[in-house]
């Protein structure tokens, strides 16, 4: 988050999920649902493939 200049609290408030919802997402703990990872990649102005790839 450090060269949009905001910290994660920041971002997930923008994106309105919880810290441990995203750490999780970002961790690949869990699989973000497509309305997070879609708001996640419009929040960072990039295609969500250029984000996550799919795994055959």
Same mark, same amino acid.
Not at 44 to 53: A, C, F
């Given at each position: 988050m450090k060269e949009y200049m905001m910290?994660?609290?920041e971002f997930c408030n923008m994106l309105e999920?919880?810290?441990?919802?995203?750490?999780s997402i970002e961790s690949n703990k869990i699989?973000?649902?497509i309305e997070n990872i879609l #708001?996640? #990649?419009k929040a960072?102005?990039?295609?969500?493939?250029?984000?996550?790839?799919?795994e055959d």
């Open positions: 910290n994660q609290k999920v919880s810290q441990s919802t995203y750490s699989q973000g649902n #708001a996640i #990649a960072l102005n990039r295609k969500v493939e250029d984000i996550w790839y799919l």
